[in-house]
Structure formats: C-alpha cells, structure tokens
C-alpha cells in the first residue's frame, strides 16, 4: 500500500529552528509538496520537490531524498505565526496526491 | 484568498436530508477536487476532475454525487448521509491534474450530520 509518515505534533520555541521529516512509500513517484494549514483555514503551498536536494525558500527550506524515500521540511527564525500543521504529500505514478496526517507544530515564546 | 470560494462554509444536515456543496475557481485551472478532511487523518482524495472529466473516484459511496457542469465550478450533491461523514470538504483547483502544479484550496464546508 502507499504510505506517508510525519510526527503528530512537535513543539519548538520562538525565533529558534525546526526540521519536520517526511518518509512516503509510493507506487511511483512524481514529486513531494509541503503544505500549511491553520487551524480552521485551508492548506497553503509551501514546497515542490521532485529532484534531489535542499530548495531555500525565504525562511523555509526543504529537502529531497528519492533513494531514500525521505522528505524534510526546514522552518528557522520560528514566528508564533508558523504555528500550524505542515503536511507532505507525494504524487504518485498516476499523478495523484498521497498526504500524510499532517505535524502539528506548536510555538512557544 | 486562494481563488476558489465554496459555499456554504457551514451545513447541518439530518440523515434524511439533501444538499449540495459548490465550489468556484477564480484561477483559469483545469482540473478541479474534492477532499474529505477528518480530525488527525490524512486528506482523502474524493474525486478529480480534468478537463470537466472525472478522472478520479476513490470508492466513495454513492450518497456523495459530484458534479462539473464547466472547469470554473464544481458540486458535491449529498443524501442520505451518516454521521461518520461529518467532517471538512475541501475543494482545490490546479493548472492540471498531471505535473508538479500546486493546488489551492477553497476554505472548507464544514459538515455536520445528525
């Protein structure tokens, strides 16, 4: 079956950083996004990646391991605003999103 | 703002009862989804559409009938729900269903049934 694994919740302090992995078992393989969800809003884009390596995006960056089947998702500068869940999805051979159950991340001052 | 509003953002339903979600897209995309979202669970794909075609229908039980009468707007026609489906229906819209494209989310019909 397909599968992606994240934490269920971590906790980091304010202006500190945070790494949330990632690990998917698909059938196929056509990429990994990042997104964010307030509480009570809809996901937002954060990431792709469909090639090895790290993409820097402002304070947030993410990395890719095919080989590995391993995703990580990189927040530094924490704001109390980041607090939210971060969910990674994989698109699979037949281009559809397999998500994850998402990590909640909880910042405190 | 994404782009794509869904209405209404809030349903109480009985077990008896028939509704319909809608679901616009502001964003010149062809391809267009309904996801169920329930607390600590992954999104469940639903249905997708491309090109006004459905491309996608994960086993969902037929009390839940979509549909895509053009690329800018989408329906899910509800009945004889139960109350395991009470949960959030997301839509999202995205240049096409196939590639590295994004998908941008409506903010949610929150659904509740009794």
């Known amino acids: 079956g397909q599968n992606i694994d994240q934490p269920t919740e971590m906790t980091a302090t304010e202006g500190a950083i945070v790494q949330i992995n990632c690990t998917y078992q698909t059938s196929g393989f056509n990429g990994l996004f990042w997104y964010q969800q307030h509480a009570g809003e809809a996901p937002t884009f954060l990431s792709y990646?469909?090639l090895d390596g790290l993409e820097e995006k402002g304070r947030f960056s993410s990395f890719l391991s095919r080989s590995k089947g391993y995703s990580y998702l990189l927040l530094k500068e924490l704001q109390m605003k980041d607090s939210a869940s971060y969910l990674c999805a994989v698109q699979d051979s037949n281009y559809q999103l397999i998500w994850g159950a998402g990590t909640k991340l909880i910042i405190k001052p | 703002e994404t782009g794509v509003t869904q209405t209404p953002r809030h349903l109480v339903m009985g077990m008896t009862n028939k509704k319909s979600l809608k679901c616009e897209q502001h964003?010149?995309?062809?391809?267009m989804y309904w996801y169920k979202q329930s607390a600590k669970k992954p999104l469940e794909l639903m249905f997708v559409y491309n090109f006004k075609e459905q491309t996608e229908n994960n086993s969902v039980p037929s009390r839940f009938s979509p549909e895509c009468p053009n690329s800018s707007h989408l329906f899910l026609h509800l009945h004889t729900l139960q109350p395991e489906d009470s949960a959030l229906y997301l839509c999202?819209?995205?240049?096409?269903?196939?590639?590295?494209?994004?998908?941008?989310f409506g903010p949610g019909t929150r659904l509740t049934v009794t």
């Open positions: 999202a819209s995205s240049q096409e269903e196939s590639g590295g494209y994004e998908q941008y």
């Open positions: 990646n469909v």
């Open positions: 964003l010149g995309h062809n391809a």
